[in-house]
């Protein structure tokens, strides 16, 4: 009984302190950093035992040794090298079709969550990813981990977001912490992990979400550091000066890059469509099989590419290899993902990317010697653009190159060209990799930027239900008995169906032109917008369009596309009023402001 009874005020005061933290967190931004710390601490511990198990599973398979990465290796078993990724595609694929059996919605990915879902991820979705993605690189796919890392550090921050019950904002920002500490944790780059959180996951740059971002970034950095190091550390010693020659030189190398990068992202499709005739459990396998030949040739092809991407940075190679690998590391990345491998293209875009500087580099000496640029340099940039053209972020990928190289004059000039590039690419294509794969499954969003609450904000939720409904055969003067005038804006033409045959506004009605055949004519002769109505799931910008098109002040909404039957109405000025309100909301979320 005593025990009981204690156990019952502990629980009373667990719930009294949480309660208290719940509003300590709403009540001001700054109490988020100490939970942004947290989810940075945890969010790198998660990075460091991820990029273990994948190694210690690179290992296992393939007979590497424990401080060598797979993909720096200069020869693998050819037996091994096809087996793996098969089989680790062939549990995938099994996976896969489980998961369509038990028809179970596909799962959430960051950017997905904060554009349309405020923020709100499944935790066991997160799990599943990041484990399906650890199977991936560590049979060897062409795929990285940063997929896995920013999931699951995505996961944790949204579980512990929506628990504290934080508002839309502060949960989208909380997510975009936790993305931030992974990237940061993965690269050991905390400015780059947090720009990655602004321009990629929360879509913008704001004042009140920077301490908390820059907050969970460096707790990532430092946890990972402190356990064994960043997975995917980057570091160049010495780069050559950088002259206005180059500049012109690395621009045009921006422009070719940018090219290639909307060549690779239109070419998803097509080779997933070479996958559709197979069945789904056999897919990753029979892509593991391609990869797995593509390794016998070079295993550079093979994981992420962060072995062969340090490798490659210091030695001297021939542009016929230096193509080669190109092409085979692109064919590799797009079978791996287009199959149903799990991963990202965010490092093995940067490691493609400095192949394509080395080899114009290469070209260029070659072709115009007295425009020759420093390789190295050339490297960065090719590294930087195409991560721009592929992943999106030129901030992010200029602030990697600067904490590669230390350098503000290599720097500027990876600006510049990462600038050019997400012009060109935003011109000429309009998305990167992950919202371009969005696009393919229906959705229409080109970045982070919180748009779920427009698409939340529909037609059903600002209608009016009590809908003033007139017969056909109804004469004027008979609705002018029925409906005063200023009782409502207008009323509802129905026939004998109770099918929707026009509006009629109040004020045509009492119209004195109509005083003296009143009698004789139906209200049905005065009905506007037969042809036009709303319908229920349309968003609020939607129903504003057709209120601009059509001059309307007022619209009826039908029950579908195949009914007449009328549900309610809206009126234009409470739609746009509403419209506004969330504008203003959103705007202040953005600014950091309370709401």
Not at 198 to 215: D, K, M, N
């Amino acid at each position: 009984m005593l025990s009981t009874f204690a156990h019952i005020i502990d629980r009373k005061g667990h719930n009294r302190l949480v309660t208290r933290l719940r509003a300590l967190l709403r009540s001001n931004e700054f109490y988020l950093i100490p939970l942004a710390l947290v989810i940075g601490v945890v969010t790198g511990i998660t990075v460091t035992v991820i990029s273990l198990l994948a190694q210690l599973a690179h290992v296992a398979i393939y007979g590497i040794p424990i401080d060598v990465r797979l993909s720096a290796n200069s020869w693998i078993n050819p037996v091994i090298a096809l087996i793996a990724p098969t089989l680790g595609g062939l549990a995938l694929g099994i996976m896969e079709w489980l998961r369509r059996r038990w028809r179970l919605a596909p799962a959430v990915d960051p950017v997905e969550a904060n554009a349309l879902r405020g923020g709100r991820l499944s935790m066991r979705d997160s799990v599943v990813v990041t484990g399906q993605t650890l199977v991936s690189n560590g049979s060897g796919a062409s795929v990285g981990l940063e997929a896995g890392y920013t999931q699951i550090g995505a996961g944790v921050a949204s579980l512990l977001g929506q628990y504290m019950t934080l508002r839309r904002n502060d949960l989208r920002l909380i997510v975009g912490c936790g993305a931030a500490a992974a990237i940061a944790a993965a690269f050991g780059a905390p400015i780059t992990g947090a720009f990655y959180a602004c321009e990629l996951i929360v879509g913008v740059y704001a004042v009140g979400s920077a301490a908390p971002i820059l907050a969970a970034s460096l707790a990532g950095a430092l946890t990972s550091q402190y356990l064994a190091g960043a997975p995917y550390s980057l570091e160049v010693a010495k780069v050559g000066s950088v002259g206005l020659e180059q500049y012109l030189a690395l621009i045009v190398l921006a422009l070719l890059v940018s090219g290639i990068g909307i060549i690779v992202m239109r070419s998803s499709p097509a080779v997933e469509r070479l996958f559709v005739r197979i069945p789904v459990w056999l897919r990753p396998a029979v892509g593991g099989v391609c990869v797995g030949a593509m390794a016998i040739v070079t295993p550079q092809v093979l994981a992420a590419g962060h072995g062969a991407m340090l490798l490659d940075l210091h030695r001297e190679m021939a542009a016929t290899v230096i193509a080669t690998i190109i092409v085979l590391k692109l064919a590799a990345c797009l079978i791996s993902l287009a199959s149903g491998f799990r991963g990202g293209l965010f490092f093995a875009s940067l490691f493609i990317g400095s192949l394509l500087g080395k080899l114009f580099a290469a070209l260029l000496a070659m072709t115009f010697p007295s425009f020759a640029v420093d390789p190295m340099v050339a490297m960065l940039t090719g590294m930087a653009t195409l991560g721009v053209a592929i992943v999106g972020g030129p901030l992010t990928m200029s602030f990697l190159v600067l904490e590669m190289t230390r350098n503000v004059d290599v720097t500027a000039v990876v600006l510049a060209a990462c600038i050019v590039t997400s012009i060109c690419v935003r011109f000429m294509f309009g998305h990167s990799f992950s919202t371009w794969r969005l696009h393919l499954r229906g959705e229409t969003i080109r970045s982070a930027n919180d748009v779920g609450w427009l698409r939340n904000l529909t037609v059903e939720r600002l209608m009016r239900t009590d809908v003033a409904k007139c017969p056909t055969s109804t004469t004027i003067a008979a609705a002018r008995r029925e409906f005063v005038l200023g009782s409502r804006q207008a009323i509802v033409v129905v026939n004998n169906s109770d099918d929707y045959c026009g509006l009629v506004s109040l004020p045509d009605l009492f119209s004195g032109e109509l005083d003296s055949i009143a009698d004789d004519i139906q209200v049905v002769e005065l009905a506007k917008y037969i042809d036009v109505a709303l319908l229920p799931e349309m968003n609020v910008k939607t129903a504003m369009k057709i209120f601009d098109d059509e001059g309307a002040e007022v619209l009826a909404v039908l029950e579908s596309e195949n009914s007449r039957k009328v549900i309610g109405f809206l009126t234009e000025s409470f739609a746009r009023r509403r419209y506004v309100e969330e504008i203003d909301q959103a705007t202040r979320g953005v600014l950091g402001a309370l709401s």
